[in-house]
């Protein structure tokens, strides 16, 4: 097949540059610049290569070129014919100019200068130094090169480069020129629809994060025992610092809140907190789901998505569950901790990423480590400083707070009056032995208020709870001290004033009254009253 070097270089070029300012996606606008140069038989190929990061070097001839470079000139469209064999089509972006350093041969200099680099008439016997391949050269009749950077407010993007079967004249150049100018406006708008569309996506997947994170959880750390105090004053010391934080602890001891806690004291506080439940992603799904995936990755993957370490950039990470990662996973995970890059599913592309990162597990891995079950450099970089949260069993004393506090929860959540926790029942659940700690005392109460009756709170524990051998309470032995907790003394109290109360049939103070049955001034039992928060209604009755 010969094609005739003569008529008009490019088909309708005005209707070209309309063409590209209404395109905004990128891909589309570079296969579309490409493809509509191409239509012309006279243009045996025509390519462009944009200016990325440096990526996917294995098997780059020039890869030792770059080596020192951030970036290089990737290439991202083509489209071409060959006069030779017309089944041959130069569409593929993966030949051995994928990757060009920027400097490096012809178009490499265009892109480090900025100056175009014009061959109108290249018929003369030996060809310049700068042709890479002479013999297919000659043998698609190629009689003329035009390479225009695609600059846009001073920037470098990129080049189009066009080969040409024949000598082309001044105006063919200027056309050229006029294309590449609209080209490089028309790439850097599309790129700025692509970061409108990527913020708009983040922002609805934060939002759909903190709707999940607003709607879940404890709510405040509750406790005033020593051991909660130890580890509120850990919170303090390591929330202002970037470190990674590991928080151990048994199952339902609250390690997401104390996740929250060392994120809300810290000055991420602004930016989100994104939460992955390792243990519930499918196998095949880890890498998209943290490092996330271009459209067409995969079966499924119809639009490109971030993951979550993109939706936690600038705030912080936490690590359910850090312990069930696979294996042969970590060694990426841990690239993205150590050098704070990643790149999605399907892509090249590198993307910096800085978050931080609060893991969670209620394994010990340091065994794990030990018998090879976890990569130990990750356990390292995970365990910076450690928080172990002690199990509900060893917190008896604040077993009170925590039930008044998901007491006062469960009765907002169900539209109730809030049912008043006697003595009899705070002792019931401080003997308990809490295999489920925290997590099984909020459902026990918020089931005791779904039951109660006319106010009254029916606490029921199992008979066996799994986990540590349950101890029955045993009675003082003779000349043994009773130590009451305040919050039992509090009730002891609030029980003893209510019965006078309604001894005295709702009557504070007078002849027969409450105060005169308890033996303390009016004034006096009128200020308990209060700072207990207790009434005496007209029903005689109080509390």
């Not at 100019?97 to 920027?102: D, G, K, V, Y």
Request: charged share 25%; net charge positive.
């Amino acid at each position: 097949m010969s094609i005739e070097p003569s008529g008009p270089l490019f088909a309708d070029p005005r209707r070209l540059l309309l063409d590209m300012a209404r395109e905004h996606a990128l891909p589309d606008l570079l296969r579309l610049v490409v493809t509509r140069l191409a239509e012309s038989p006279r243009v045996a190929l025509a390519r462009v290569w944009l200016v990325q990061p440096t990526a996917g070097c294995a098997g780059c001839p020039d890869a030792a070129a770059c080596r020192a470079q951030s970036s290089c000139l990737h290439l991202v469209a083509s489209a071409g014919r060959s006069a030779v064999d017309p089944r041959v089509e130069w569409t593929r972006l993966d030949g051995a100019f994928r990757r060009i350093p920027l400097g490096a041969r012809k178009v490499g200099r265009i892109a480090a200068t900025g100056e175009p680099l014009e061959a109108p008439d290249l018929s003369a016997a030996s060809p310049p130094e700068w042709i890479a391949r002479p013999d297919w050269l000659r043998a698609e009749g190629i009689g003329a090169f035009g390479g225009q950077p695609l600059v846009h407010r001073g920037q470098v993007l990129g080049v189009l480069a066009v080969f040409a079967r024949g000598s082309v004249d001044g105006e063919c150049m200027d056309w050229l020129r006029t294309i590449a100018d609209h080209a490089a406006a028309a790439i850097a708008t599309a790129r700025a629809f692509e970061r409108i569309e990527e913020l708009t996506r983040r922002l609805e997947s934060e939002n759909e994060y903190l709707r999940e994170e607003a709607a879940g959880g404890f709510g405040e750390l509750v406790g005033q025992g020593p051991a909660l105090g130890a580890v509120a004053r850990q919170i303090d010391l390591v929330a202002p610092t970037d470190s990674a934080v590991l928080v151990l602890g048994e199952s339902g001891t609250g390690k997401e809140l104390v996740a929250r806690e060392v994120h809300r004291r810290s000055k991420r506080a602004a930016r989100p907190l994104v939460k992955v439940n390792c243990a519930a992603v499918p196998r095949e799904l880890y890498e998209s789901e943290f490092f996330g995936h271009t459209r067409g990755a995969f079966t499924g993957a119809l639009r490109d998505r971030a993951g979550r370490f993109e939706l936690a950039h600038g705030g912080t990470l936490f690590l359910d569950e850090v312990g069930e990662i696979p294996l042969d996973l970590q060694a990426k995970l841990l690239r993205v901790l150590q050098e704070g890059e990643l790149e999605r599913v399907g892509e090249e592309r590198t993307r910096r990423v800085d978050v931080r990162v609060i893991a969670a597990t209620n394994r010990d891995l340091r065994a794990e480590a030990g018998a090879g079950r976890f990569r130990q450099d990750l356990y390292y970089r995970l365990s910076v400083f450690p928080i172990a949260l002690p199990p509900l069993r060893q917190r008896a004393e604040d077993v009170p707070l925590l039930a008044d506090h998901f007491l006062a929860a469960a009765a907002r959540k169900l539209g109730r009056p809030k049912p008043r926790l006697t003595l009899a029942a705070v002792q019931a659940l401080q003997r308990y032995r809490w295999p489920g700690n925290v997590r099984e005392l909020q459902h026990v109460i918020e089931r005791a208020v779904i039951t109660a009756e006319g106010g009254r709170l029916a606490i029921e524990l199992p008979e066996d709870a799994p986990g540590p051998p349950r101890k029955a309470a045993a009675p003082p032995a003779a000349g043994e001290d009773v130590v009451r907790t305040d919050a039992e003394i509090r009730q002891l109290e609030a029980d003893n004033i209510r019965a006078a109360l309604r001894r005295a049939k709702g009557k504070v103070s007078g002849a027969g009254g409450a105060a005169e049955v308890l033996g303390v001034r009016p004034t006096t039992l009128a200020s308990r009253i209060k700072a207990l928060g207790l009434s005496a209604p007209r029903d005689g009755s109080a509390g």
